[in-house]
């Protein structure tokens, strides 16, 4: 994963511990890939390769990074399902029981062949998941520049390590003066009156923001969904 060398250099830079990752990443997979039912395929299944090399390891890890869910974006029910499985299996056969993990939520996606309801099912379960799981939390990522129409650019890399260190540095190292991951508080219908203009709005409320919300001009890439699930004109 390209944000590892990133993520390291700033884990040490805020603990002064030279860092060790295990790298067991493979691109373009589907939670199916790693179900943790194919352990027994040891080496030819992703699931059991993660597990081999842990074992070969030979001490505990401080945690685990997951930054997946694109390839599911075609199939998103039962995601949610999945992590929980795959989340307690990892920590029964690691033998570490509140195993932090540090989840990337899937960005943004551009161009043609994505059906934007799926997308964006994935990164809502995604956003949900430290919910129902303990010791597991959520970065964002829909605002880093892409380099192509699906994955995020280099220059993107260093901010992206950032938040997860951040997450990591509360988890796995018990810095309680870092806050968990920005969150959703509260979405509400408002009304804006900018006169001579009355309009309706949607006002939301983020928790765990660090630094501020900024935006380089109007807010784009999103569409209003009604109740019967139609989307009106996106923004």
Known sequence: MGVGVFYGQEM???TGV????????????????????????????????????????????????WYQGCSDAGAPDGYTKNMVELVHATRKDFRLPKLPWVVVQIGRVLGEGWAPASWNSIQDQQRRLPAVIQHLDVVPAGDLELDDGIHISA??????????????????????????????????????????RVYSAVEVTFGNVIGGLRSA???????????????????
């Not at 352990?39 to 030819?44: D, E, L, T």
């Not at 001009?217 to 923004?235: E, I, M, R």
């Open 155 to 196: 220059r993107a890399f260093p901010r992206l390590a950032q938040r997860m260190a951040r997450l990591a540095d509360r988890m796995a190292c018990g810095n309680r003066r870092e806050a968990g991951a920005i969150f959703v508080k509260s979405i509400r219908p408002t009304v804006c009156k900018t006169p001579p």
């Open 12 to 14: 040490y830079r805020r």
């Open 217 to 235: 001009g109007s807010p784009t890439g999103f569409s209003a969904v009604l109740g019967d699930g139609k989307a009106t004109n996106p923004f």
């Open 18 to 65: 030279p860092q060790g990752l295990v790298a067991c990443g493979h691109g373009g997979t589907s939670m199916a890939q790693w179900s943790p039912a194919l352990k027994a395929q040891g080496g030819n299944s992703f699931y059991g390769a993660m597990l081999r090399r842990y074992r070969k390891l030979g001490q505990p890890v401080a945690g685990l990074l």
